[in-house]
């Protein structure tokens, strides 16, 4: 299972402005201020600093410390946020191979984040020779708002692609 399914229901905890040292406990008083410190399930960080993933006991409890926009210790400074996963998937539907590789990171390079990789998907065995009409594209977007930015879909060159984004919410 992917980091960022195990992650859903934590919240992120990023630290924006202040100093680098992390005092846990702290972070569980101030925390306690929001909610109760017995709702606090887990802290924990995946080896960046900066970044720490709040677990709870209740969705309340994470509804609650998700209604704060920041968290201040200190001259600490964490902003509170859902975690995020940045690398996405796009499948660009009813796109035929013809079409360059570069004219479909131009195009998808105008949705506010990073292309990573253009790939045509491949039909499943024993055709995995031939390519479909299906590109994928690994794009990394600062934020779950960046998400708005990409289409429902587009024309190209007389064609009308369908697009479809890994995880989109409706």
């Known amino acids: 299972m992917p980091v960022h399914e195990l992650l859903r229901e934590a919240v ?8 680098e040292r992390i ?27 900066s970044e720490w993933y709040v677990i709870f006991k209740t969705k309340t409890a994470r509804e609650d410390v998700l209604k704060v ?3 201040k210790i200190g001259d600490q400074t964490f902003l509170i946020s859902e975690p995020y996963k940045h ?3 796009v499948r660009l539907l009813n ?3 013809s079409v360059p590789d570069e004219d ?3 195009i998808a390079s105008n ?3 990073v292309v990573l990789s253009v790939d045509a998907e491949r039909l499943p065995r024993p055709f995995e020779a031939i390519k479909s009409f299906v590109r994928r594209v690994r794009i990394r977007l600062p934020s779950r708002q960046d998400e708005n930015k990409v289409p429902i879909s ?8 369908t697009v479809q984004l890994e995880g989109r919410e409706k």
């Open 12 to 19: 992120l905890l990023t630290l924006i402005r202040g100093s």
């Open 23 to 49: 005092d846990r406990t702290a972070i569980i008083t101030a925390l306690g201020q929001i909610t109760t410190i017995t709702n606090i399930d887990s802290l924990g960080n995946l080896g960046d600093l």
């Open 69 to 71: 926009p920041e968290l």
């Open 87 to 89: 690398v996405k998937i």
């Open 95 to 97: 796109l035929p191979t």
């Open 104 to 106: 479909i990171r131009t």
């Open 111 to 113: 949705w506010g984040g």
């Open 154 to 161: 587009f024309r190209f060159g007389g064609f009308n692609v």
